[in-house]
């Protein structure tokens, strides 16, 4: 079974500045997605950004990207410019490439503050 | 407006009762899955359906039980023998197939928030 790690339960950042959120993950499939859900005090999941592990190029959306290290099983997120909007639980997840449904297995989040 | 619709918001539950979550979706996705959130851990898959009229166990399933009668809805009901049911349960849809570049995309509803008086 897939296991997902969020090793900080919280982090804060001054506005504008950059923070990273870590999450490893143990896996014995070579092919698999990533994704990092945001979810804000409304508690609405969104996602942020994702990652295929046969892509080597880390993926980047606007403000957020991440550092996808396949053999050391990592997958951290960083967010640039941080903005008053980012403070939320943030979720790392994973997904087989195997199954034909979006089975996520979740790690335990990290609540990300925002300071002016 | 495409999307998907938890109801009710807030819901509590007596002791040894059943109670039902609905969720509706209007994306034409065939694959509905419910999850569970409880404080300081991840979302938890329960149960998940991938076609009309049938269904399959998540991790956490033990307590909890779900039918798929028509592709738009996808009910969960927690039973009493669900012996810890305070969480925060959300629903999810998804597209199917064998194109995973395309049913790797989860929409979620904004979720029911089930309390035990």
């Known amino acids: 079974a897939q296991t997902v790690t969020q090793s900080q339960p919280e982090m804060s950042v001054q506005e504008a500045e950059t923070v990273t959120l870590s999450c490893t993950y143990d896996?014995?499939?070579?092919?698999?997605?990533l994704f990092w859900y945001k979810q804000p005090p409304s508690r609405q999941m969104i996602l942020v950004i994702r990652q295929e592990a046969y892509k080597q190029q880390n993926a980047t959306e606007n403000r957020f990207s991440v550092n996808f290290q396949k053999a050391a099983k990592s997958f951290s997120l960083k967010i640039s410019d941080s903005q008053l909007g980012d403070a939320a639980m943030y979720f790392c997840a994973y997904r087989s490439a195997f199954s034909t449904a979006s089975k996520l297995t979740f790690g335990t989040g990290t609540r990300l503050q925002v300071t002016l | 407006d495409g999307g998907i619709t938890q109801s009710p918001k807030y819901l509590f539950r007596k002791e040894g009762q059943n109670v039902t979550l609905s969720c509706e979706q209007n994306?034409?996705?065939?694959?509905m899955y419910w999850y569970r959130q409880d404080p300081g851990q991840g979302l938890r898959l329960i149960y998940y359906s991938q076609i009309v009229n049938d269904f399959q166990k998540g991790d956490i399933a033990e307590g909890y039980s779900v039918s798929r009668e028509k592709k738009e809805s996808f009910p969960l009901t927690v039973t009493s023998a669900q012996k810890n049911p305070t969480a925060f349960y959300l629903c999810?849809?998804?597209?199917?197939?064998?194109?995973?570049?395309?049913?790797?995309?989860?929409?979620f509803g904004s979720g029911t928030q089930l309390s035990v008086l």
């Open positions: 994306l034409n996705h065939d694959a």
């Open positions: 999810a849809s998804s597209p199917q197939g064998t194109n995973l570049a395309t049913n790797e995309k989860l929409f």
């Open positions: 896996t014995s499939e070579s092919d698999y997605y």
